[in-house]
C-alpha cells in the first residue's frame, strides 16, 4: 500500500505570515492524484488543494499552492498571508488513479496561528 | 465544492442498541462513498468503501456485521452500528467520490455509547 508521510506534527506562523507544510509519499506508479485537506475545530474536512500528477505546473488556489516535486515525491503546501481561519489540522492524501478509489492519508499536522 | 450531508451529527446510546448513520451526496451522484473512522487528534481510519448496488468492501479488521452498510441509491449510503458497545465510541466521517477524482467530506457523526 501506498505510504503518505507528514513529519511535523504541529507548526506554527504568524498571522499575515507564510507557512509550508511537509508531505512526501511512496509509489510505484506514475498516475495519481495528490490533496490537501484542511480540518478546522468543526471536524469537517474541507478540499483545500488538488493536483494531478501529470501535471507539470503546481496547483494554485488564491493564498494556497502547492510545491509538486514528482522525482522527489514531495507534495508540499504553501499557505501565504496566513489567516487566524486557517488554524486546523491539514492532510495530506494520494489517490491512484489505476488502482482502485482508496485514497490514503498522512497522519496530518496541526497548524496554529498566532495573532 | 460539492456538498455531503450527514445525519445525526451527534447520537448518545445505550449499550447493546443499533445506531444508524446516513450520508447523502446533495448535488452530486457518488457511485462510491466511504466510510472512516477519526479518534481525536488522529487521522482519518479507513472503515470500508461502498459501491452502489453492491456489497461494501471492508478494511482488514473492521466487522462487516457488526458495521452494516448499504448504498442503495447513488445520493445515499448508510452505516448502522449493530449492538453498539462504548468502545464504539468515536467520530464516524463519511464521504463521496465525485467523478473520478476527488473526496467530499461529510460533516460527520459523534457516537457517546454509554
Known amino acids: 500500500a501506498q505510504t503518505v508521510t507528514q513529519s511535523q506534527p504541529e507548526m506554527s506562523v504568524q498571522e499575515a505570515e507564510t507557512v509550508t507544510l511537509s508531505c512526501t509519499y511512496d509509489t510505484s506508479e506514475s498516475d495519481y492524484y495528490l490533496f490537501w485537506y484542511k480540518q478546522p475545530p468543526s471536524r469537517q474536512m474541507i478540499l483545500v488543494i488538488r493536483?494531478?500528477?501529470?501535471?507539470?505546473q503546481n496547483a494554485t488556489e488564491n493564498r494556497f499552492s502547492v510545491n509538486f516535486q514528482k522525482a522527489a515525491k514531495s507534495f508540499s503546501l504553501k499557505i501565504s498571508d496566513s489567516q487566524l481561519g486557517d488554524a486546523a489540522m491539514y492532510f495530506c492524501?494520494?489517490?491512484?488513479?489505476?488502482?482502485?478509489?482508496?485514497?490514503?492519508f498522512g497522519t496530518g499536522t496541526s497548524l496554529t496561528v498566532i495573532p | 465544492g460539492a456538498v455531503v450531508s450527514q445525519h445525526p451529527s451527534w447520537v448518545i446510546c445505550k449499550s447493546g442498541t443499533s445506531v444508524k448513520i446516513e450520508c447523502r451526496s446533495l448535488d452530486f451522484q457518488a457511485t462510491t462513498m466511504f466510510w472512516y473512522r477519526q479518534f481525536p487528534k488522529q487521522s482519518l481510519m479507513l472503515m470500508a468503501t461502498s459501491n452502489e448496488g453492491s456489497k461494501a468492501t471492508y478494511e482488514q479488521g473492521v466487522e462487516k456485521d457488526k458495521f452494516l452498510i448499504n448504498h442503495a441509491s447513488l445520493t445515499l449510503s448508510t452505516l448502522t452500528v449493530t449492538s453498539a458497545h462504548p468502545e464504539d465510541s468515536s467520530f464516524y466521517i463519511c464521504?463521496?467520490?465525485?467523478?473520478?477524482?476527488?473526496?467530499?467530506f461529510g460533516p460527520g457523526t459523534r457516537l457517546l455509547v454509554l
Open positions: 493536483q494531478e500528477a501529470y501535471k507539470q
Open positions: 492524501a494520494y489517490r491512484s488513479s489505476n488502482t482502485g478509489n482508496q485514497f490514503y
Open positions: 464521504s463521496g467520490l465525485a467523478g473520478a477524482e476527488t473526496q467530499y
